[in-house]
């Protein structure tokens, strides 16, 4: 016996002429917040915004995947473009889709573009009751307290890397649940997942994309098919893969909090990387089938550009796709607590959705991050003036991006493998490593006519910069050195290169980022794109915590040193021109500066930081006083290792030395 309930007033088909749009730009817009679905246990109402559409239909599923709709149900159409119906009866437990006729044709089925929950493999969306997904005591789960952006210490992890490794010890590998799992070790008695996290000392976890994505087969979990996700399907619903059970629509959801609320009872926040630049499919993805090519640009010739370099660019500019977005970003920030978003090529949006987005976030908290790549993969047909690439974050206070020149002077572009940076002893990237320790803020002991890939400061403040010298993107850290080191290079220098460039990072201002696992030695085996490379190449070996041991204790004590030193974090440029000096070393391949007069409050007086990226032994005049060494590039001892009040320091090849003066 069915439990629907049609509805009198919509017991005969309702057709509409639609009206005729010169432009996308003449769309009517809808502002209220209840597209998609609101659920009551006595009736649930259905809303889209579709204002091309000839007709509307609501089909009703018992399934998830497979059968046939127990019941189709006609839509009304409604004021600004929207179409809508009531069901008088409790829906809980059943599954939905729409459908739009356009042009004479019914288009294919959708769950719509704003579902919250969703069947397997997420081609129908779910009608729950959301209260129910809160795992116990989530009414309670509170943000750890961040002051300011640049406390922060992001760690990229994809969820199913993560816990993959049978010798991390976790029961649920490659799922959420992984990251609540305490107590884990691996073979040599080393703490591993959660634990692991809170040992190394990071403030934010950066989860690659973890909404509900297209290409894993969502009824085969198991599979060991692999993918990094950056292929969006529903926006705004966890990826079923990577809960215990696909099939069930509250679990996906439940499973996410859990993970949430198990990082922030460790004191670490959650950022989540977000793609809304683009669409795994284009003719058939759910914005095709409620509005047929709105919500992407097109060329001049009509056909979909392509900024992504994945076949497709959304048009954030509309104020119906900017509105998903804005709205997308506050539902995750709401219901699931996260911490900060990650734009994936954020530059394909345009400057004013990115403040949308701001503002938005701000009303909530404005401790939650935003930041994002400041470039595209291709050309758009979005004018570069409104593009939110990294030139542009002036006009966007609040929001941060990547800085490539920092990454590429240290380990060596992106574009050639086999080159190599300043870690390793090329000459030429001093003034971008400096340009990089100033989180690209003005500053006037900088040649900007020689930095990588900018000839101006871009950032008003050095929390909107992310340092970092290696991602999931392109060869890791580990591989790109071993492409690119001179030849000969032996594996203890191999280390100290590793060293160098992520002290680099840790001790520049602005907010620093590493990949995880990197802290492990972690190599991809010379894979630089392994977005559905097999989990032997993309997961973490928790064993190498026991081979890599000493590199895991210097990224860890770098970490600590950090987070006890506001000197390396300071807020604000103005902080940052009048506590920081550069040294002129008169020599290639060599950076210092000083941090003076208790910088930020620091408990040390001053702070001589000295990056030596010659294959050498180099010697350095210093300003006199008695120093106390803190880091001679081989370790890290915050009370000091030794004492030295010499006027010339002698700083070992290719590593960082750090004094300070009590």
Known sequence: MRIFAPNKALSTPTMSSPATYNSFEEYPTYDAHDLELLYTPQKSTFKIWSPVAESV?????????GGTAFAVHPMESESNGTWACE????????????????EGEWLNETPGIYAKAVGVS?????????????????????????????????????????????????????????????????????????????ELGITHIHLMPAFDF???????????????????ANYNVPEGSYSTDPTDPYCRIREFKQMIQALHSRGIRVVMDVVYNHTYHTAESNFNQLVPDYYYRQNADGSYSNASGCGNETASERPMVRRFIVDSVRYWATEYHIDGFRFDLMAIHDVE??????????????????????????????????????????????????????????KGTWANAHECGFAAGHQGYDESVKFGVVAATPHDRIHYGLINYSNAPYASEPSQVINYVSCHDDLCLYDKLAYSAPYGTQPNE????????????????????????????RTKKGIHNSYQSPDSINQLYWGQKKTEEAMFVYYKSLIQLRR????????????LQQHLHFIDTRQAC??????????????????LVVYNGNRHTISLDIPRDNWMVACNGEEIRENGIFKWNSQTLSVPASSAMILFKP
């Open 57 to 65: 239909r609501l089909r009703l599923y018992d399934e998830g995947l």
């Open 87 to 102: 069901v008088n009866a409790d829906l809980i437990g059943k599954f939905y889709t729409f459908q739009v006729k356009y």
């Open 122 to 198: 997420g081609k129908r969306a779910a009608i729950i009751d959301l209260r129910q997904t809160n795992p116990a005591g989530w009414e309670n789960d509170r943000r750890p307290e961040l002051k300011e952006a640049t406390d922060a210490i992001l760690y990229e992890i994809h969820v199913r890397d993560f816990s993959a490794d049978p010798e991390g010890g976790m029961q649920h590998r490659g799922k959420f649940l992984a990251f609540t799992e305490t107590g884990t070790t691996n073979p040599y008695g080393q703490k591993t997942g959660l634990d692991h996290l809170t």
């Open 214 to 232: 297209a290409t894993i087969d969502e009824t085969k979990p198991d599979s060991g098919k692999y993918n990094w996700g950056y292929d969006p």
């Open 353 to 410: 959705t990115m403040n949308a987005v701001r503002r938005a976030l701000d009303e909530i908290d404005p401790s939650l991050l935003i930041y994002g790549e400041g470039w595209t993969a291709g050309d758009s047909p979005l004018p570069y003036e409104m593009r939110a690439v990294k030139q542009h974050l002036d006009r966007m206070p609040g929001i941060a991006a990547f800085s490539d020149d920092l990454r590429d002077a240290l």
């Open 494 to 521: 191999m280390r100290r290169y590793i060293r160098l460039a992520q002290t680099i990072i840790f001790t520049s201002q602005g907010i620093p980022f590493m990949y995880g696992g990197e802290e492990l030695s």
């Open 564 to 575: 006890r030193h506001p000197a390396f974090r300071l807020p604000r440029t103005q902080l």
């Open 590 to 607: 060599v950076v210092s500066f000083v941090l003076e007069n208790h910088a930020g409050g620091d408990p040390w007086e001053r702070i």
